[in-house]
């Protein structure tokens, strides 16, 4: 099946510095990937979606300056989280779509950030 | 504007059938998505739907979409202490990329 991951999969840092995030899909060449965000026992919150070789596009309320996505290939997408907070921390998932019937998303196991 | 809604809370006993259910807002969706999600993980595509459906059963997965009502559920056989986990309703909304509109998650205890 498709397999998603991410890199890393939890990240203790100082507030003040810049975190990235990597996700990839392994096994297949994806059109689009979704970056979102989950706080604790709460749904997932898009933030962004992106496609290879394009800007990404913001939901409404998301800092594109603070929350920078690179997609550099049909198989990476970046999210660096710049000058984190603590209020940054949360639980970050990317997704991974193919152009197919249901066009379904194959998701990574998330992200844990806990910035200090 | 664009919103799905859960039941945040379903306790069943090991053996029984549990029922999940889902409201949506937008006519427009494609697709209607049910995920599994344990903890500390990702999401993990149980089954999906097509919006021009009205059922669609999967093993111990049965799906009903009431389309006039908006309402979808998500019905697990014979349920066992496997399956406690969060389950997440989604529409794929029509046009764009396909976002994603989740529903804020119904979480399920299976007791003995």
């Known amino acids: 099946g498709a397999v998603v991951s991410q890199h890393p999969s939890w990240v203790i840092c100082k507030s003040g510095t810049s975190?990235?995030?990597e996700c990839r899909s392994?096994?297949?060449?994806?059109t689009t990937?979704?970056?979102y965000r989950q706080f604790p026992k709460q749904s997932l919150m898009l933030m962004a979606t992106s496609n290879e070789?394009?800007?990404?596009?913001?939901?409404?309320?998301?800092?594109?300056?603070?929350?920078?996505?690179?997609?550099?290939s049909l198989t990476l997408s970046t999210l660096t989280v710049t000058s984190a907070h603590p209020e940054d921390s949360s639980f970050y998932i990317c997704s991974a779509s193919i152009q197919r019937d249901n066009n379904e998303q194959f998701f990574g196991p998330g992200t844990r950030l806990t910035v200090l | 504007g664009e919103d799905v809604e859960q039941s945040l809370f379903l306790s069943v006993r090991e053996g029984d059938s549990s029922v999940i259910n889902c409201t949506y807002?937008?006519?427009s969706s494609t697709y209607l998505y049910w995920y599994k999600q344990e903890p500390g993980a990702g999401l993990q595509l149980l089954t999906y739907i097509f919006s021009n459906m009205d059922m669609k059963q999967d093993q111990r997965l049965t799906v009903l979409l009431n389309k006039k009502d908006k309402h979808l559920s998500l019905r697990i056989a014979d349920t066992q202490t496997g399956d406690s986990a969060i389950y997440f309703c989604a529409e794929?909304?029509?046009?764009?990329?396909n976002k994603l509109i989740f529903g804020a998650g119904t979480r399920l205890a299976v007791h003995p």
Request: no cysteine.
């Open chain 1, 19 to 21: 975190v990235k995030i």
């Open chain 1, 33 to 35: 990937m979704f970056w």
């Open chain 1, 53 to 72: 070789g394009s800007k990404a596009t913001y939901e409404q309320g998301v800092e594109k300056d603070k929350f920078l996505i690179n997609h550099a």
């Open chain 2, 92 to 97: 794929a909304l029509y046009g764009g990329y």
């Open chain 2, 25 to 27: 807002t937008d006519s």
């Open chain 1, 26 to 30: 392994l096994d297949f060449q994806a």
